[in-house]
C-alpha cells in the first residue's frame, strides 16, 4: 500500500518562509512526477507546482518566484520550499504523485496558514 506523509506546515507571518515535505512509504512501480496541490476554503483543489521525472516543472502563475519544488529520489521524497508567504496562500497543501501506469496518490495534507 503506498502512502504520501506530508509534514511542515504551519502558522507564518507574511513575508515568512515554510518547507513543506512528502515521503512516500509502500511498494509503488517508479514515480513519474510530483507535484504539490492546495485546496483553500470553499475553493478547488489547485496545482501549485508539479516535476516530472524528465525534470519539467511547472508553476502555478501566483507563485512563480516564489516557490520552489526538489526532490530527492534516494529518500522518495519532495520538498516545497515556500518564501514570501501571502495570505492568499493560505490552504490546505497535499502532495500528489503520478506513478508510470498512471496510477496517482494523494497524501492527507498540511494546513498552511499564513497571517497578515
Known amino acids: 500500500q503506498v502512502q504520501l506523509v506530508e509534514s511542515g506546515g504551519g502558522l507564518v507571518q507574511a513575508g515568512g518562509s515554510l518547507r513543506l515535505s512528502c515521503r512516500v512509504s509502500?511498494?509503488?512501480?517508479?514515480?513519474?512526477?510530483w507535484a504539490w496541490y492546495r485546496q483553500a476554503p470553499g475553493k478547488q483543489r489547485e496545482l501549485v507546482v508539479s516535476?516530472?521525472?524528465?525534470?519539467?516543472?511547472v508553476h502555478a502563475d501566483s507563485v512563480k518566484g516564489r516557490f520552489a519544488i526538489s526532490g530527492n529520489n534516494a529518500k522518495n521524497a519532495v520538498y516545497l520550499q515556500m518564501t514570501s508567504l501571502k495570505p492568499e496562500d493560505t490552504a490546505v497543501y497535499y502532495c500528489?504523485?503520478?506513478?508510470?501506469?498512471?496510477?496517482?496518490?494523494w497524501g492527507q495534507g498540511t494546513q498552511v496558514t499564513v497571517s497578515s
Open positions: 509502500g511498494s509503488i512501480s517508479g514515480i513519474n512526477a
Open positions: 516535476i516530472a521525472s524528465g525534470g519539467t516543472i
Open positions: 500528489n504523485v503520478r506513478d508510470y501506469h498512471g496510477s496517482t496518490y
